[in-house]
């Protein structure tokens, strides 16, 4: 059993920034892809981005490329969520999930094992 515990989020100003973090532990395999999503009030949970077991890989959702970056420290098992030039419509709730079987990253989050309980990002106009 893995557990996930997001952390980082908070209130900031439209064209700041946010680094999200997202430490693992338990399970016996690290072998984990790792992908943040987010959900909004009244909307559907979206895909933002993904990263490969080993990091190799990343795979962004169109509306934050250029403006996200998903990274991860496998010696500390953790993953990181750098977020800048933020906008309102940014504002959700981030979930960082891991998926066992597709380790080189995906943006379905069927495919995701575990999750975490979620960190608020409020974005002010």
């Known amino acids: 059993q893995v557990q996930l515990v997001e952390s980082g989020g908070g209130l900031v100003q439209a064209g700041g920034s946010l680094r999200l973090s997202c430490a693992a532990s338990g399970g016996t395999n690290s072998r984990y892809a790792m992908g943040w999503f987010r959900q909004a009030p009244g909307k559907e949970r979206e895909f933002a981005a993904s990263?490969?077991?080993?990091?190799?890989?990343?795979y962004y959702a169109d509306f934050v490329r250029g403006r996200f970056t998903i990274s991860r420290d496998n010696a500390k098992n953790t993953v990181y969520l750098q977020m800048n030039s933020l906008k309102p419509e940014d504002t959700a709730v981030y979930y960082c999930a891991a998926s066992v079987i597709f380790n080189s990253g995906t943006e379905y989050s069927r495919h995701y094992d575990y999750w975490g309980q979620g960190t608020q990002v409020t974005v002010s106009s």
């Open positions: 990263i490969s077991w080993n990091g190799g890989m990343t």
